[in-house]
T-cell receptor, first 112, second 115 residues
Framework: GAGVSQSPSNKVTEKGKDVELRCDPI?????LYWYRQSLGQGLEFLIY????????KSGLPSDRFSAERTGGSVSTLTIQRTQQEDSAVYLC??????????FGQGTRLTVV | AQSVTQLDSQVPVFEEAPVELRCNYS??????LFWYVQYPNQGLQLLLK??????LVKGINGFEAEFNKSQTSFHLRKPSVHISDTAEYFC?????????????FGQGTILTVHP
């Protein structure tokens, strides 16, 4: 596609429910990143996929967070048993190897 | 590990005035440096980047930044701002190599341009 596409753009969920956030990277980009943007913590790295290598999960805040990337393209970030502190904008980015990252518009998650 | 400090959380300025947004970083390894802009309800857009070579880097929309290794700074400047430059600006670093896009961001600077 022309840019990084994220869906949904907004998601409201009840505390304790699971949510899935989707990212469609730019076609041909081998690297995919998830970041979280919140008022208290700013922009934080969550996880990074590069080709067929094992993902760098060093930024995931707890074991309730997981992500997968199927077929080297689409990625899904899953948050289990959501908590109010998970409320944030989740940004996805993609890049060719060792080039600048292009960001999507984000998914705004609100946990009520 | 790297860290980034943006020294001003908010910068108000009048239209056509010059502006400087300050960024300092710390790292135990060589880093790549970036400035991103975020307009309301939008994703991040790359303004400019420093990888190596000339320490003065020019970016889009008339912005430029200067890498100063001795002061570990990467300040963003524009000689004359427009109303449309009102946005939040983020300084970021990465360790490069296979971690090129794994960015550590500063807390952001909100630039408000007044008429």
């Amino acid at each position: 596609g022309a840019g990084v596409s994220q869906s949904p753009s907004n998601k409201v969920t009840e505390k304790g429910k699971d949510v899935e956030l989707r990212c469609d990277p730019i076609s041909g980009h081998t690297a995919l990143y998830w970041y979280r943007q919140s008022l208290g913590q700013g922009l934080e790295f969550l996880i990074y996929f590069q080709g067929n290598s094992a993902p760098d999960k060093s930024g995931l805040p707890s074991d309730r967070f997981s992500a997968e990337r199927t077929g080297g393209s689409v990625s899904t970030l899953t948050i289990q048993r959501t908590q109010q502190e998970d409320s944030a904008v989740y940004l996805c980015a993609s890049s060719l190897r060792n080039t600048e990252a292009f960001f999507g518009q984000g998914t705004r998650l609100t946990v009520v | 590990a790297q860290s980034v400090t943006q020294l001003d959380s908010q910068v108000p300025v009048f239209e056509e005035a010059p502006v400087e947004l300050r960024c300092n970083y710390s790292s135990s390894v060589s880093v790549y440096l970036f400035w991103y802009v975020q307009y309301p309800n939008q994703g991040l857009q790359l303004l400019l980047k420093y990888l190596s070579g000339s320490t003065l880097v020019k970016g889009i929309n008339g912005f430029e930044a200067e890498f100063n290794k001795s002061q570990t700074s990467f300040h963003l400047r524009k000689p004359s701002v427009h109303i449309s430059d009102t946005a939040e600006y983020f300084c970021a670093v990465s360790a490069g190599g296979t971690s090129y896009g794994k960015l550590t961001f500063g807390q952001g600077t909100i630039l408000t341009v007044h008429p």
